[in-house]
């Protein structure tokens, strides 16, 4: 927060002018920075401010800019546990004018991955797999299998598999899953270590305690690292349990 605020020092009156592109970006960048600091109450004025410039600059003609930024504010909603909202602005990216041709099939597919997980969430299993499915082969498509979203559709995929019992199935995406984000995010990230466990839990579901077993004391040392790795370390506890 110190350096963006250095920063939007340094831009000058620009951050402020609505009339200008550095106040749309300087508005995305707060929207970043306080959803990481996770302080979202703040980044809800920021993502509101994000999409009345974007709509603003955009004329009515860049969809890609005006989509982007209530993606934005969806997320922040969500954060701030307001679904009624955040489903409201999902549903509402779900239809013209914000189609794959004025979007783009990748940050269509981008917004399509939270909406999967909100089908998860509500227990409308057929429906998240086929837009999960969707995002993962777009993405699959567009910059091969261990891009980081088609790694996260597949996070998701292994929990509607789990839930069916089709633990052959959710043992493939698991597996995808681990894989994509140790490509992209590195092999100590905490969404490998997320993906490794859940890996790990699905090898005990088909009767390869062996394998969980390794996973979960690979996983174990890394998630003690990890200033957010108390739940994981939970997980892990309890899976070696059952393995052993």
């Known amino acids: 927060l110190h350096k963006l605020a250095l920063a939007e020092r340094a831009a000058g009156p620009a951050v402020l002018d609505a009339s200008t592109d550095l106040a749309r970006r300087a508005a995305r960048a707060r929207v970043e920075v306080l959803m990481d600091a996770q302080r979202p109450q703040e980044a809800l004025a920021a993502a509101l401010r994000l999409v009345a410039l974007s709509d603003a600059l955009a004329g009515g003609d860049d969809i890609a800019l005006r989509f982007e930024a209530r993606q934005r504010l969806g997320e922040v909603y969500l954060r701030l546990g307001d679904k009624a909202r955040a489903d409201a602005l999902f549903a509402e990216l779900g239809r013209p004018p914000y189609s794959e041709g004025g979007v783009g099939e990748v940050l269509l597919s981008r917004a399509r991955l939270r909406q999967g997980r909100e089908f998860i969430n509500d227990g409308k299993l057929d429906e998240a797999e086929a837009v999960l499915t969707g995002v993962r082969d777009a993405m699959t498509r567009a910059f091969g299998p261990n891009e980081l979203y088609a790694g996260g559709a597949n ?22 899953a681990a894989e994509a984000f140790a490509t992209s995010l590195g092999e100590q990230h905490f969404y490998t270590l997320n993906a490794i466990v859940s890996l790990g839990g699905v090898e005990l579901e088909v ?3 062996a394998a969980a077993l390794r996973r979960f004391e690979d996983a174990q040392p890394l998630a003690r690292a990890d200033k957010n790795g108390a739940p994981l370390l939970a997980a892990i506890d309890f899976g070696r349990a059952k393995a052993m």
């Open 155 to 176: 996070m998701e995929l292994i929990d509607v598999h789990s839930t069916r019992g089709d633990f052959a199935k959710a043992l493939v995406a698991a597996r995808a």
């Open 207 to 209: 009767g390869d305690a």
